[in-house]
Protein backbone atom coordinates (compact mmCIF):
# COMPACT_ATOMS: atom_id res chain seq x y z
CA UNK A 1 0.00 0.00 0.00
CA UNK A 2 1.83 3.60 -1.38
CA UNK A 3 1.08 7.25 -0.46
CA UNK A 4 1.60 9.05 -3.51
CA UNK A 5 4.62 10.74 -4.47
CA UNK A 6 4.05 14.49 -4.17
CA UNK A 7 6.17 16.41 -1.67
CA UNK A 8 4.71 19.09 -0.05
CA UNK A 9 6.67 21.66 3.08
CA UNK A 10 5.02 19.44 5.56
CA UNK A 11 6.91 16.70 4.72
CA UNK A 12 10.19 18.76 6.60
CA UNK A 13 7.84 18.88 9.55
CA UNK A 14 6.23 15.57 9.69
CA UNK A 15 10.04 13.91 9.92
CA UNK A 16 10.79 16.55 12.41
CA UNK A 17 7.59 15.43 14.15
CA UNK A 18 8.15 11.67 14.05
CA UNK A 19 11.61 11.53 15.05
CA UNK A 20 10.57 13.84 17.88
CA UNK A 21 7.38 11.80 18.84
CA UNK A 22 8.93 8.61 18.66
CA UNK A 23 12.50 9.34 20.75
CA UNK A 24 12.90 7.34 23.88
CA UNK A 25 13.45 9.50 27.16
CA UNK A 26 17.50 8.47 27.46
CA UNK A 27 18.95 12.00 27.98
CA UNK A 28 21.96 13.84 25.99
CA UNK A 29 25.41 12.62 27.94
CA UNK A 30 27.01 15.11 29.55
CA UNK A 31 30.82 15.38 30.05
CA UNK A 32 30.87 15.71 33.62
CA UNK A 33 28.69 12.80 34.62
CA UNK A 34 30.04 8.80 34.63
CA UNK A 35 28.99 6.93 32.04
CA UNK A 36 28.21 3.42 33.38
CA UNK A 37 28.37 0.55 31.09
CA UNK A 38 25.84 -2.42 31.32
CA UNK A 39 26.61 -6.21 30.83
CA UNK A 40 23.92 -8.43 29.51
CA UNK A 41 22.15 -11.60 31.94
CA UNK A 42 21.97 -14.71 29.53
CA UNK A 43 18.11 -15.53 30.01
CA UNK A 44 18.89 -18.22 27.21
CA UNK A 45 16.30 -18.51 25.09
CA UNK A 46 12.98 -17.04 27.31
CA UNK A 47 12.27 -13.40 26.65
CA UNK A 48 10.93 -10.58 28.48
CA UNK A 49 7.84 -8.91 26.88
CA UNK A 50 6.52 -5.79 29.03
CA UNK A 51 9.00 -6.42 31.79
CA UNK A 52 7.41 -4.35 35.21
CA UNK A 53 8.72 -3.50 38.37
CA UNK A 54 11.95 -5.51 39.99
CA UNK A 55 12.60 -6.59 43.50
CA UNK A 56 16.36 -8.70 44.18
CA UNK A 57 16.97 -10.19 47.57
CA UNK A 58 20.38 -11.44 48.29
CA UNK A 59 20.68 -13.98 45.39
CA UNK A 60 17.32 -14.05 44.14
CA UNK A 61 15.40 -11.75 41.68
CA UNK A 62 11.68 -11.19 41.09
CA UNK A 63 10.53 -9.03 38.29
CA UNK A 64 6.35 -8.56 36.73
CA UNK A 65 5.53 -9.10 33.14
CA UNK A 66 2.73 -6.97 32.20
CA UNK A 67 2.02 -9.05 28.74
CA UNK A 68 -1.56 -10.49 29.28
CA UNK A 69 -0.54 -13.75 27.62
CA UNK A 70 2.85 -13.87 29.66
CA UNK A 71 3.04 -15.59 33.08
CA UNK A 72 2.84 -12.83 35.69
CA UNK A 73 6.50 -13.58 37.22
CA UNK A 74 9.96 -13.77 36.10
CA UNK A 75 12.69 -15.42 38.32
CA UNK A 76 16.51 -15.06 38.03
CA UNK A 77 18.28 -17.03 40.98
CA UNK A 78 22.08 -16.46 40.05
CA UNK A 79 25.53 -17.20 41.85
CA UNK A 80 29.14 -16.77 40.60
CA UNK A 81 28.71 -19.94 37.94
CA UNK A 82 25.31 -19.39 36.40
CA UNK A 83 21.94 -17.92 36.37
CA UNK A 84 18.82 -19.81 36.30
CA UNK A 85 15.85 -17.65 34.67
CA UNK A 86 11.78 -18.75 34.33
CA UNK A 87 8.68 -17.59 34.88
CA UNK A 88 6.10 -18.49 37.23
CA UNK A 89 2.33 -17.83 38.18
CA UNK A 90 -0.84 -17.89 35.80
CA UNK A 91 -2.88 -14.34 34.79
CA UNK A 92 -6.61 -15.02 35.69
CA UNK A 93 -9.50 -14.66 38.31
CA UNK A 94 -9.24 -18.12 39.66
CA UNK A 95 -7.15 -19.21 42.51
CA UNK A 96 -3.86 -18.52 42.85
CA UNK A 97 -4.11 -16.51 40.05
CA UNK A 98 -3.61 -12.45 38.97
CA UNK A 99 -4.90 -9.80 36.53
CA UNK A 100 -2.37 -7.23 37.05
CA UNK A 101 0.52 -7.27 39.54
CA UNK A 102 1.50 -3.13 40.08
CA UNK A 103 3.77 -3.68 43.06
CA UNK A 104 6.59 -5.84 44.37
CA UNK A 105 8.59 -6.26 47.43
CA UNK A 106 10.39 -8.60 49.50
CA UNK A 107 8.68 -9.39 52.63
CA UNK A 108 11.88 -11.39 54.29
CA UNK A 109 14.30 -13.54 51.94
CA UNK A 110 11.83 -16.32 50.99
CA UNK A 111 8.74 -14.64 50.80
CA UNK A 112 7.39 -11.58 48.53
CA UNK A 113 4.38 -9.02 48.31
CA UNK A 114 2.56 -8.07 45.58
CA UNK A 115 0.23 -5.75 45.29
CA UNK A 116 -2.44 -6.12 41.70
CA UNK A 117 -4.02 -3.00 40.93
CA UNK A 118 -6.85 -4.60 39.25
CA UNK A 119 -7.84 -6.74 41.96
CA UNK A 120 -7.17 -4.03 44.88
CA UNK A 121 -5.33 -6.73 46.36
CA UNK A 122 -2.09 -7.56 48.21
CA UNK A 123 -0.65 -11.67 48.09
CA UNK A 124 2.11 -13.08 49.80
CA UNK A 125 4.17 -16.32 49.13
CA UNK A 126 7.39 -18.44 48.64
CA UNK A 127 9.05 -18.20 45.16
CA UNK A 128 8.43 -21.43 43.42
CA UNK A 129 10.95 -23.57 41.80
CA UNK A 130 11.12 -23.98 37.96
CA UNK A 131 8.21 -25.74 37.01
CA UNK A 132 6.38 -25.54 40.81
CA UNK A 133 3.05 -24.29 41.28
CA UNK A 134 2.66 -20.87 43.34
CA UNK A 135 0.89 -21.03 46.49
CA UNK A 136 -0.72 -18.01 47.82
CA UNK A 137 0.36 -17.44 51.59
CA UNK A 138 -1.41 -14.30 52.68
CA UNK A 139 -4.10 -12.27 50.60
CA UNK A 140 -5.73 -8.95 52.21
CA UNK A 141 -7.93 -7.48 49.72
CA UNK A 142 -8.44 -3.79 50.19
CA UNK A 143 -11.96 -1.96 50.71
CA UNK A 144 -10.55 1.73 49.26
CA UNK A 145 -8.62 1.74 45.55
CA UNK A 146 -4.91 2.52 45.60
CA UNK A 147 -2.80 2.68 42.89
CA UNK A 148 0.15 0.83 44.81
CA UNK A 149 0.42 -0.78 48.26
CA UNK A 150 3.87 -1.38 50.00
CA UNK A 151 4.29 -3.65 53.69
CA UNK A 152 5.80 -1.68 56.85
CA UNK A 153 8.28 -2.88 59.22
CA UNK A 154 4.89 -2.95 61.96
CA UNK A 155 2.75 -5.60 59.92
CA UNK A 156 0.72 -1.89 58.13
CA UNK A 157 0.31 -0.94 54.87
CA UNK A 158 1.34 1.75 53.34
CA UNK A 159 -0.96 2.39 49.29
CA UNK A 160 -0.76 5.61 46.76
CA UNK A 161 -3.69 6.42 46.82
CA UNK A 162 -7.10 7.25 44.47
CA UNK A 163 -9.22 9.51 46.53
CA UNK A 164 -8.58 11.50 50.01
CA UNK A 165 -5.38 12.23 50.53
CA UNK A 166 -1.95 11.25 49.01
CA UNK A 167 -1.27 7.91 50.98
CA UNK A 168 -3.34 5.95 52.92
CA UNK A 169 -2.16 3.79 56.09
CA UNK A 170 -3.98 0.70 57.04
CA UNK A 171 -3.66 -1.86 59.60
CA UNK A 172 -3.09 -5.89 59.37
CA UNK A 173 -6.51 -6.46 58.15
CA UNK A 174 -6.65 -3.67 55.52
CA UNK A 175 -8.70 -1.21 57.53
CA UNK A 176 -8.13 2.74 57.25
CA UNK A 177 -5.95 3.39 60.16
CA UNK A 178 -6.01 7.35 58.50
CA UNK A 179 -4.70 9.12 55.33
CA UNK A 180 -1.54 11.33 55.44
CA UNK A 181 -0.61 14.64 53.40
CA UNK A 182 -2.06 15.69 50.26
CA UNK A 183 -0.44 15.00 46.36
CA UNK A 184 2.14 17.93 44.99
CA UNK A 185 0.26 20.91 43.57
CA UNK A 186 1.65 24.04 41.76
CA UNK A 187 -0.65 26.75 42.56
CA UNK A 188 -4.02 27.35 43.99
CA UNK A 189 -5.72 26.47 40.59
CA UNK A 190 -4.15 22.76 40.74
CA UNK A 191 -5.07 22.07 44.05
CA UNK A 192 -8.30 22.35 43.48
CA UNK A 193 -8.58 19.76 40.76
CA UNK A 194 -10.37 16.37 41.90
CA UNK A 195 -8.22 14.40 39.53
CA UNK A 196 -4.87 14.88 41.01
CA UNK A 197 -4.29 11.69 41.92
CA UNK A 198 -4.36 10.24 38.22
CA UNK A 199 -1.59 13.10 37.23
CA UNK A 200 0.84 12.66 39.69
CA UNK A 201 1.04 8.72 39.63
CA UNK A 202 4.50 6.98 40.46
CA UNK A 203 5.85 4.41 42.08
CA UNK A 204 6.70 3.78 46.20
CA UNK A 205 9.27 2.11 47.22
CA UNK A 206 10.65 0.58 50.68
CA UNK A 207 13.89 0.43 52.01
CA UNK A 208 14.21 -3.91 53.32
CA UNK A 209 13.43 -2.78 56.62
CA UNK A 210 10.87 -1.53 55.58
CA UNK A 211 10.77 1.30 58.06
CA UNK A 212 11.52 4.34 54.99
CA UNK A 213 9.98 4.73 51.34
CA UNK A 214 10.41 6.97 48.42
CA UNK A 215 7.62 8.32 46.38
CA UNK A 216 8.67 9.84 43.11
CA UNK A 217 6.55 10.87 40.36
CA UNK A 218 5.86 9.02 36.54
CA UNK A 219 5.47 13.09 34.91
CA UNK A 220 7.51 16.48 36.28
CA UNK A 221 10.61 16.29 38.61
CA UNK A 222 9.15 15.34 42.01
CA UNK A 223 10.81 13.37 44.39
CA UNK A 224 9.91 12.35 48.60
CA UNK A 225 11.31 10.64 50.95
CA UNK A 226 9.47 9.65 54.03
CA UNK A 227 9.74 7.90 57.63
CA UNK A 228 6.93 5.12 58.47
CA UNK A 229 6.19 4.94 62.42
CA UNK A 230 3.90 2.52 63.97
CA UNK A 231 0.38 4.24 62.85
CA UNK A 232 1.97 7.28 61.00
CA UNK A 233 3.65 8.29 58.46
CA UNK A 234 6.34 11.19 58.58
CA UNK A 235 8.17 13.01 55.47
CA UNK A 236 11.97 13.58 55.50
CA UNK A 237 11.88 15.93 52.56
CA UNK A 238 10.32 16.54 49.46
CA UNK A 239 12.14 17.49 46.01
CA UNK A 240 9.64 19.52 43.62
CA UNK A 241 11.11 20.96 40.90
CA UNK A 242 8.94 20.89 38.03
CA UNK A 243 5.51 19.88 38.08
CA UNK A 244 3.60 18.07 34.73
CA UNK A 245 1.44 19.60 32.53
CA UNK A 246 -1.87 17.99 31.91
CA UNK A 247 -5.46 18.56 31.65
CA UNK A 248 -8.71 16.53 32.24
CA UNK A 249 -10.09 14.23 30.26
CA UNK A 250 -13.53 15.48 30.64
CA UNK A 251 -15.52 12.37 29.68
CA UNK A 252 -16.91 10.11 31.61
CA UNK A 253 -13.67 8.25 32.68
CA UNK A 254 -11.33 9.88 35.76
CA UNK A 255 -8.26 10.31 34.51
CA UNK A 256 -5.99 13.41 32.27
CA UNK A 257 -4.35 13.41 29.58
CA UNK A 258 -0.25 14.81 29.64
CA UNK A 259 0.59 17.83 27.56
CA UNK A 260 3.60 16.74 25.44
CA UNK A 261 5.35 20.22 26.34
CA UNK A 262 5.40 18.84 29.90
CA UNK A 263 8.57 16.28 30.70
CA UNK A 264 8.76 12.42 31.93
CA UNK A 265 10.01 12.11 35.60
CA UNK A 266 11.44 9.36 37.28
CA UNK A 267 10.20 6.17 35.73
CA UNK A 268 11.55 3.78 38.46
CA UNK A 269 12.92 3.93 41.90
CA UNK A 270 14.67 1.66 44.31
CA UNK A 271 15.19 1.65 47.62
CA UNK A 272 18.01 0.06 50.11
CA UNK A 273 19.20 0.59 53.67
CA UNK A 274 21.86 3.48 52.69
CA UNK A 275 20.05 4.95 49.48
CA UNK A 276 17.59 5.96 46.73
CA UNK A 277 17.50 4.77 43.48
CA UNK A 278 16.07 6.89 40.78
CA UNK A 279 16.29 6.70 36.69
CA UNK A 280 15.06 10.10 35.92
CA UNK A 281 14.08 11.12 32.78
CA UNK A 282 14.09 14.66 31.70
CA UNK A 283 12.63 14.98 28.42
CA UNK A 284 9.39 15.75 27.27
CA UNK A 285 6.39 13.53 27.15
CA UNK A 286 6.27 12.21 23.75
CA UNK A 287 7.71 8.97 23.29
CA UNK A 288 5.55 6.07 23.47
CA UNK A 289 7.83 3.90 26.48
CA UNK A 290 8.97 5.53 29.23
CA UNK A 291 12.41 4.50 30.06
CA UNK A 292 15.48 6.59 30.83
CA UNK A 293 19.45 6.81 31.25
CA UNK A 294 20.01 8.83 34.38
CA UNK A 295 20.75 7.64 37.17
CA UNK A 296 20.55 9.82 40.95
CA UNK A 297 21.32 8.29 44.24
CA UNK A 298 20.06 9.94 47.24
CA UNK A 299 20.94 8.96 50.73
CA UNK A 300 17.37 9.23 52.49
CA UNK A 301 17.70 13.09 53.84
CA UNK A 302 17.16 13.84 50.11
CA UNK A 303 21.16 14.71 49.41
CA UNK A 304 21.56 13.60 45.20
CA UNK A 305 24.97 11.80 46.23
CA UNK A 306 25.96 10.41 42.75
CA UNK A 307 24.43 10.48 39.32
CA UNK A 308 25.58 8.82 36.32
CA UNK A 309 24.49 8.42 32.69
CA UNK A 310 23.50 5.13 31.38
CA UNK A 311 24.87 3.62 28.29
CA UNK A 312 21.67 1.84 27.32
CA UNK A 313 17.85 2.83 28.26
CA UNK A 314 16.29 0.92 30.79
CA UNK A 315 12.61 1.34 32.30
CA UNK A 316 12.63 -0.63 35.99
CA UNK A 317 15.70 -1.04 38.11
CA UNK A 318 16.80 -2.75 41.26
CA UNK A 319 19.98 -2.86 43.59
CA UNK A 320 21.65 -5.63 45.36
CA UNK A 321 20.95 -5.32 49.32
CA UNK A 322 25.10 -4.21 49.31
CA UNK A 323 24.52 -1.34 46.79
CA UNK A 324 27.25 -3.14 44.67
CA UNK A 325 24.90 -3.70 41.78
CA UNK A 326 22.11 -2.19 39.47
CA UNK A 327 19.98 -4.32 37.64
CA UNK A 328 17.47 -3.43 35.06
CA UNK A 329 15.30 -3.94 31.96
CA UNK A 330 16.76 -2.07 29.31
CA UNK A 331 15.91 -1.55 25.51
CA UNK A 332 18.69 -3.64 23.82
CA UNK A 333 17.25 -3.20 21.17
CA UNK A 334 14.60 -5.99 22.52
CA UNK A 335 13.76 -5.82 26.49
CA UNK A 336 16.68 -7.81 28.37
CA UNK A 337 17.65 -7.73 31.50
CA UNK A 338 21.41 -5.96 32.31
CA UNK A 339 23.71 -5.05 35.19
CA UNK A 340 25.96 -2.05 36.26
CA UNK A 341 28.78 -2.47 38.45
CA UNK A 342 28.60 0.64 40.76
CA UNK A 343 30.83 -0.43 43.55
CA UNK A 344 33.93 0.66 41.07
CA UNK A 345 32.20 3.27 39.49
CA UNK A 346 31.48 5.12 43.50
CA UNK A 347 34.56 6.27 44.34
CA UNK A 348 35.45 7.93 40.49
CA UNK A 349 32.24 10.17 40.80
CA UNK A 350 32.29 13.47 39.95
CA UNK A 351 30.91 16.03 42.56
CA UNK A 352 27.11 16.52 43.00
CA UNK A 353 25.01 19.86 43.12
CA UNK A 354 22.55 19.35 45.40
CA UNK A 355 18.90 20.05 44.17
CA UNK A 356 16.38 22.05 45.27
CA UNK A 357 14.52 21.00 48.90
CA UNK A 358 10.59 21.75 49.88
CA UNK A 359 10.35 20.52 53.09
CA UNK A 360 6.40 21.25 53.39
CA UNK A 361 5.96 24.59 51.54
CA UNK A 362 4.08 25.57 48.52
CA UNK A 363 4.58 29.13 46.51
CA UNK A 364 2.29 30.20 44.94
CA UNK A 365 3.32 31.05 41.33
CA UNK A 366 1.56 32.44 38.58
CA UNK A 367 -1.02 30.69 37.41
CA UNK A 368 0.01 28.54 34.19
CA UNK A 369 -2.67 27.93 31.04
CA UNK A 370 -1.58 24.29 30.16
CA UNK A 371 -2.59 24.42 26.41
CA UNK A 372 -5.08 21.84 24.95
CA UNK A 373 -3.68 19.70 21.92
CA UNK A 374 -5.05 16.88 19.80
CA UNK A 375 -4.57 13.69 21.05
CA UNK A 376 -3.51 11.15 18.63
CA UNK A 377 -4.93 8.24 19.47
CA UNK A 378 -8.33 7.14 18.66
CA UNK A 379 -11.30 7.04 21.05
CA UNK A 380 -11.66 4.18 23.19
CA UNK A 381 -14.60 2.45 24.12
CA UNK A 382 -13.32 0.95 27.48
CA UNK A 383 -12.22 2.65 30.65
CA UNK A 384 -9.06 4.09 30.45
CA UNK A 385 -6.64 1.64 32.20
CA UNK A 386 -4.61 2.17 35.47
CA UNK A 387 -0.84 3.49 34.09
CA UNK A 388 2.22 2.70 34.60
CA UNK A 389 5.63 3.35 33.28
CA UNK A 390 5.41 1.51 30.39
CA UNK A 391 1.95 2.76 29.54
CA UNK A 392 1.34 6.29 30.78
CA UNK A 393 -2.65 7.41 31.73
CA UNK A 394 -4.30 8.95 28.87
CA UNK A 395 -0.54 9.98 26.94
CA UNK A 396 -1.36 11.35 23.46
CA UNK A 397 0.15 7.77 21.90
CA UNK A 398 -0.57 5.10 24.44
CA UNK A 399 -3.43 3.35 22.68
CA UNK A 400 -3.43 2.08 19.04
CA UNK A 401 -6.00 -0.61 18.96
CA UNK A 402 -9.87 -0.38 19.35
CA UNK A 403 -11.78 -2.37 17.86
CA UNK A 404 -8.96 -4.93 18.43
CA UNK A 405 -7.27 -6.00 21.56
CA UNK A 406 -3.53 -5.69 20.99
CA UNK A 407 -3.60 -4.61 24.77
CA UNK A 408 -0.01 -3.55 24.21
CA UNK A 409 1.83 -1.50 22.09
CA UNK A 410 5.32 1.03 21.05
CA UNK A 411 7.13 2.17 18.92
CA UNK A 412 10.64 0.91 19.54
CA UNK A 413 12.90 2.86 17.52
CA UNK A 414 13.74 4.80 14.09
CA UNK A 415 16.26 2.34 12.02
CA UNK A 416 17.19 3.15 8.48
CA UNK A 417 13.68 4.93 8.20
CA UNK A 418 11.84 1.85 9.63
CA UNK A 419 9.66 2.43 12.82
CA UNK A 420 9.44 -1.01 15.00
CA UNK A 421 5.71 -1.81 16.53
CA UNK A 422 5.33 -4.63 18.98
CA UNK A 423 1.65 -5.98 19.50
CA UNK A 424 -0.19 -8.25 21.72
CA UNK A 425 -3.02 -10.08 20.45
CA UNK A 426 -5.39 -12.59 21.25
CA UNK A 427 -5.00 -15.38 19.11
CA UNK A 428 -2.46 -15.74 16.17
CA UNK A 429 -5.59 -15.29 13.39
CA UNK A 430 -5.94 -12.27 14.75
CA UNK A 431 -2.71 -10.89 13.36
CA UNK A 432 -3.09 -10.36 9.65
CA UNK A 433 -6.73 -8.12 10.32
CA UNK A 434 -4.68 -6.41 13.46
CA UNK A 435 -1.34 -5.26 11.70
CA UNK A 436 -4.28 -3.98 8.79
CA UNK A 437 -6.07 -2.02 11.46
CA UNK A 438 -2.50 -1.07 12.82
CA UNK A 439 -1.43 0.66 9.91
CA UNK A 440 -4.89 2.29 8.85
CA UNK A 441 -4.69 3.80 12.56
CA UNK A 442 -0.85 5.03 12.21
CA UNK A 443 -1.09 6.24 8.54
CA UNK A 444 -4.54 8.24 10.53
CA UNK A 445 -2.78 9.88 13.42
CA UNK A 446 0.20 10.81 11.53
CA UNK A 447 -1.87 12.50 8.52
CA UNK A 448 -4.50 13.64 10.62
CA UNK A 449 -6.66 14.57 7.74
CA UNK A 450 -3.77 16.68 5.92
CA UNK A 451 -2.00 15.94 2.43
CA UNK A 452 1.39 14.58 4.01
CA UNK A 453 2.47 12.73 1.69
CA UNK A 454 5.31 10.07 1.91
CA UNK A 455 8.01 8.43 -0.68
CA UNK A 456 6.40 5.05 0.85
CA UNK A 457 4.52 4.02 3.90
CA UNK A 458 3.95 -0.04 3.70
CA UNK A 459 3.90 -2.67 6.04
CA UNK A 460 6.92 -4.05 5.14
CA UNK A 461 7.33 -7.59 7.21
CA UNK A 462 5.24 -9.10 10.05
CA UNK A 463 6.79 -11.88 12.59
CA UNK A 464 5.79 -13.79 15.23
CA UNK A 465 8.23 -14.19 18.64
CA UNK A 466 8.72 -17.95 18.49
CA UNK A 467 8.77 -18.17 22.27
CA UNK A 468 5.32 -16.12 23.17
CA UNK A 469 3.52 -16.06 19.99
CA UNK A 470 0.93 -13.56 20.78
CA UNK A 471 4.03 -11.17 20.44
CA UNK A 472 4.27 -9.74 17.40
CA UNK A 473 6.19 -7.10 15.19
CA UNK A 474 5.65 -4.99 12.74
CA UNK A 475 7.70 -2.40 10.80
CA UNK A 476 6.56 0.50 9.11
CA UNK A 477 8.43 2.19 6.04
CA UNK A 478 8.22 6.17 7.03
CA UNK A 479 10.89 6.77 4.41
CA UNK A 480 11.92 6.20 0.50
Not at 22 to 28: A, L, Q, R, V
Not at 300 to 329: F, N, P, R
Not at 406 to 423: D, G, L, M, Q
Not at 430 to 440: G, I, L, N, T
Request: aromatic share 14%.
Amino acid sequence: MKIAKTLFPQLFFFIFFIFTFFSGCSNHKHAEISILNHQTIDIGENIIGYGGFLAISHNVMVGLEMASSMPPFFCLKFDELSNSFYYFGSKGRGPNEFLMPYSVQFVNNQTIGVFDVSLNTYFEFSIPNENEELNISKMLKFQTPVFRMIKTAYNQYVGLSLYDGMFLLTDSTGTTINTFFEYPYKDSNERAFVNRSNAYQGVIAANPSKTKFVYSAFNGEIIHFYEIENNNIKVITKIENEFPLYRDRNDQYAGVVYNPDGIVGYVSSYATEEYVYALFCGKKVGGLDYEATRLRIFDWTGTLVEEYELDVAGSSICVSDDDSKLWAIASNPDNSLVFFDLKDSKSAAPPIVELKKDQTKHIEQPEQVIPVFTELSPPSTEPMPIASPLEPMASPTATIIPPFEPVISSAENIVNNFITYRFEVQSKTEQDSVAQKVFETIRTQLDKGNTIELNSFNITNTQTDTISPNLMKIRINIGE
